[in-house]
């Protein structure tokens, strides 16, 4: 039977993007209480933040700007609320992106977003292996080099080599997953990952529900 994590709240960030209906499936499959929301106050008090989505930076980051969550997702940071990021979740946590021009995002990590070079398929779409740099717990049970659907026209080049903790081949090695403390992002979507992506949901919301 199907344990049920009463109390455990899991906040779905909404800032306007898709793909939400996806990650509250996989959310509740695991027995949790996903709560799909833009309101400050409930994503406050959630156990963990998930900011997952699809689309560009800038648009991204002016509804995060417009619904006052940019500075409210930076301070969770700072707090050490647990928060995972998915695709454009992972993105904007960097310093700038470039599309059309450079466009300023919530610069929680050093680094840029960068289109893919010409000659490479855009966006990069399908499934591809996440080669695992260092030991982690949202890895458990995931061997090492599994599978992810990705759907992406823009990669993350950081200045923190620490963060990346796994990285996938597309024209050069890109980063595909990074952890710092309490927060994990992705650039691969786990929702459509079939089982080793509800498994990295599932280690991350054990991770998550540990804390105090």
Known sequence: MLKYHEGE??????????????????????????????????????????????????????????????NLIRQLIRDGRPLLGVCIGLQVLFDVAEEGGWHKCLGIFPGRVRKFSLGLKIPHMGWNQVKQLHPHEVFTDIPDRANFYFVHSYYIESGDKSLCIGET??????????ARENLIATQFHPEKSGEYGLKLYQNFLKLACSKQ
């Open 169 to 178: 081949e597309y024209g050069t090695p890109i980063c595909s997953i990074i």
């Open 9 to 70: 709240v899991i906040a779905i960030v909404d800032y306007g993007a898709g793909n939400l209906r996806s990650v509250v499936n996989a959310i509740a499959s695991l027995g949790y209480h996903p709560e799909v929301t833009c309101k400050p106050d409930e994503i406050a008090k959630a156990k963990a933040v998930i900011l997952p989505g699809v689309g560009a930076a800038a648009e991204t980051m002016k509804n995060l700007r417009a619904m006052g969550l940019d």
